[in-house]
């Protein structure tokens, strides 16, 4: 598995999303796009050629479940990793979500020190 180094982050809350980046880059080194909406992500895909998706279930438009959906319909998102942070991790959402292709699901509250590590053991799993 070559090193991960570009995540494509997709959360509308403007907090989360800035604490997610922040401890995405300044602890684990990633370059991060973060987008609000999946309508956004599926636009700026191509253009920033993520290693790999981190989704929250809960967004505007389409729901996280939708989004992943809408991504393997792509070419740039056909084969990319997909790990969904989120609150909704009851067990059948969480299986569901497993099911239709993500890789892991991380629960929110998240510890923004552990998250770069959590993420990359996930990544390191994959290969």
Sequence with gaps: MPPLRRILMVEDDPD???LGQIALEE???YQVL???SGDEALEKLGGF???LA???YRLPGMNGAELLTALRRTPEGA???VIFLTASVMQDRVDDLLA???SDVIPKPFD???LAGQIEAIWNGLG
């Design 16 to 18: 989360i999303a800035l």
């Design 27 to 29: 602890i684990g080194g």
């Design 34 to 36: 973060v987008c609000g």
């Design 49 to 51: 050629g993520p290693d």
């Design 54 to 56: 981190l989704l929250d």
């Design 79 to 81: 084969e990319l990793p």
């Design 100 to 102: 239709a292709g993500a």
């Design 112 to 114: 923004p020190t552990l």
